[in-house]
């Protein structure tokens, strides 16, 4: 005998007294579903370019520059960099900003980083 789930609620719920529960669907995810919008709602991809730009910030700029300044903030899209030295902070500025960035889109991609700021202190 075949029994449809509605008869057999029906059963269950007349022996029991009580009706039946409705089982919820299953809402289970892979790992691989779940990360990513996880990531994306707690902010976390754009720390992680962060922390990935300050690694490579030395390689970048060359062992001169990285020791008199330090990128501090990715920010939508715009570096903070913070400067020791006002002619360090003009030459950067000035000269060698453009080329800096053209590193930077190059190895992390345009979307990840539109913009560098020099701040002096």
């Known amino acids: 005998m075949v029994m449809t789930a509605s008869l057999r609620a029906a059963v269950i719920a007349e022996w029991r007294g009580l009706p039946e529960k409705q089982l919820r669907p299953d809402r289970w995810q892979s790992p691989a579903e779940v990360i990513p919008k996880l990531i994306q709602r707690l902010g976390l991809r754009e ?3 962060e922390t990935e ?15 008199h300044s330090a990128p501090v903030a990715l920010r939508e899209g715009i570096l903070y960099v913070r400067v020791l030295q006002p002619a360090l902070h003009y030459e950067l500025e000035q000269i060698s900003k453009s080329e800096i960035l053209r590193k930077l889109k190059q190895r ?5 980083i539109r913009d560098i700021r020099f701040r002096i202190g």
């Not at 992390?108 to 990840?112: D, I, S």
Request: net charge positive; hydrophobic share 50%; aromatic share 14%.
């Open 108 to 112: 992390f991609g345009g979307k990840t």
């Open 53 to 67: 730009v300050i690694d490579a910030w030395s390689r970048i700029v060359g062992e001169f520059i990285a020791a």
């Open 47 to 49: 720390r992680l370019h």
